[in-house]
């Protein structure tokens, strides 16, 4: 795992459990034993079953987890994808962190996976963003692998992607470009934004490789790629949702980012379930 993933897992139990577990206290021994399982509620994506052991195992290193499926995994409701063995108090201290950790990631893989199912044959990758919760890019861009997607840059020290802002304080493309093409390695693509197709060419005239397409229509962007003709990979971005996605996976696009993949990836169902005591 991530260095950093260890450091998350440690701030969501102090922040769930910095104090310990009252309701579990009180009522059960330490030395009471209980098994568990988590199983998914829906179909999905499974995505994070490692972070999840991890979680258990920083709260108790006794507890016996036992893996059914693996992350990537297309999981159908009611099956279970962890089994536990352990005392019940550790259990249920972990409980909320581990499943916090599984149904988001398996979430962002899940939707990962819509897109991916969404524009396969086209040749067209879907990708994500920056768009990240601060802290789990490293998780949520691995679980938008695990769906079959791909990740855009992952850090501002990557890539040169010169967006709208860098060319407004620059004062316009091509003076944005030339001085990134000077402080640029000679290994380094350069990406610019373009609104407009007046912007699309600006930025070829500049010698930009990679030309992001931002809030264009689908004719727009066949417009665009024309003019471009093969002289720079194109990337689509903004406005794509689901639903329009295949839409824009038009030919002579080459990518199409997606900030939705991780910033509103609805968090997937699963729950951990403790069996019932002997009576």
Known sequence: ????T???IELALEEDAGLGDLTG????????ASTAHIAAQQDLVL???????????????????????????RVG????????????????????T??????????VAT????????????????VDTRKTTPGYRALEKYAVRCGGCHNHRGTLGEHILIKDNHIAAAGSIAKAMALARAAASHLARIEVEATTLAEVRAALRAGAEVILLDNMDPAGIRAAVRVIGGAALVEVSGGVTLATV????LPGVDVISVGALTHSAPAADLSLTVAAARR
């Not at 295949?246 to 996976?249: E, F, L, T």
């Open 1 to 4: 795992m991530h260095p950093r």
């Open 6 to 8: 260890d450091h998350l």
């Open 25 to 32: 206290r009180a009522i059960f021994p330490p030395t009471q």
């Open 47 to 73: 995505c994070g079953v490692d972070v999840a052991a991890a979680v258990f195992a920083r709260v108790d290193p006794s507890l016996k987890v036992r893996r059914l499926a693996a992350d990537g995994d």
């Open 77 to 96: 409701r009611g099956a279970q994808v962890l089994t536990l063995a352990g005392t019940t108090r550790s259990l249920l201290l972990a409980e909320r």
């Open 98 to 107: 581990a499943l916090n950790f599984l149904q988001h990631l398996s979430g």
């Open 111 to 126: 939707l990962a996976r819509r897109f991916a199912d969404a524009v396969r044959g086209t040749g067209v990758r879907v």
């Open 246 to 249: 295949r839409d824009y996976a």
